[in-house]
T-cell receptor
Framework: GAVVSQHPSWVICKSGTSVKIECRSL??????MFWYRQFPKQSLMLMAT?????????EQGVEKDKFLINHASLTLSTLTVTSAHPEDSSFYIC???????????????FGPGTRLTVL | AQSVSQHNHHVILSEAASLELGCNYS??????LFWYVQYPGQHLQLLLK??????LVKGIKGFEAEFIKSKFSFNLRKPSVQWSDTAEYFC??????????FGTGTRLKVLA
């Protein structure tokens, strides 16, 4: 159990276009999901917390107008990179929080990631 | 600010060798601790977690970790590694919230 999927697994786009990445929890409901960015040979950097039915909470330094997050249902969160530029090329990973009722003892389960390349 | 340190960035071992990967965190309050593994081309998978109770935690695939509060450490161990353990290992901590702070990761290469 606790499977999280992401789609697409990789995407190449032209500079200036927008790209949408989906994150789904397949066998559990997740009111909270997270979006991370992973640079080569570096750790995961939390970009934002996605909450079902409310606005996402962005980490300091992350442009909310550039990285649009929509948590439309208890099993789906989307990240849209708007007007993408080459510096947005990265590996984007989502996770879904699964637990018994919230709190810090809940556990994050991660998706396989999406490789974005902006030409 | 909270931080997590993984001092070993790269580790190379022969099969059957014992493994210990270090993880230290900086936070004085109650913490929850996690180890994740990322096999080549795959997603992060939870190896084990510690919330409370017995500080020696056993996880999947023969891994274990020991929480030593006085040392702010949560080191990952395995008595005998296999070639299939080649992966990147991440330590993560949270405290009071569900947001994780990740370490920079340790790349383990096991030679057959």
């Amino acid at each position: 159990g606790a499977v999280v999927s992401q789609h697409p697994s990789w995407v190449i786009c032209k500079s200036g276009t927008s790209v949408k990445i989906e994150c789904r929890s397949l066998d559990f409901q997740a009111t909270t999901m997270f979006w991370y960015r992973q640079f080569p040979k570096q750790s995961l950097m939390l970009m934002a917390t996605s909450n079902e039915g409310s606005k996402a909470t962005y980490e300091q330094g992350v442009e909310k107008d550039k990285f649009l997050i929509n948590h439309a249902s208890l099993t789906l969160s989307t990240l849209t990179v708007t007007s993408a530029h080459p510096e947005d090329s990265s590996f984007y990973i989502c996770s879904a929080l699964r637990g018994t009722g919230g709190g810090s003892t809940d556990t994050q389960y991660f998706g396989p990631g999406t490789r974005l390349t902006v030409l | 600010a909270q931080s997590v340190s993984q001092h070993n960035h790269h580790v190379i071992l022969s099969e059957a060798a014992s493994l210990e990967l270090g993880c230290n965190y900086s936070y004085g309050g109650t913490v929850n601790l996690f180890w994740y593994v990322q096999y080549p081309g795959q997603h992060l998978q939870l190896l084990l977690k510690y919330f409370s109770g017995d500080p020696l935690v056993k996880g999947i695939k023969g891994f274990e970790a020991e929480f030593i509060k006085s040392k702010f450490s949560f080191n990952l161990r395995k008595p005998s590694v296999q070639w299939s353990d080649t992966a990147e290992y991440f330590c993560a901590v949270n405290s009071g919230t569900y947001k994780y702070i990740f370490g920079t990761g340790t790349r383990l290469k096991v030679l057959a």
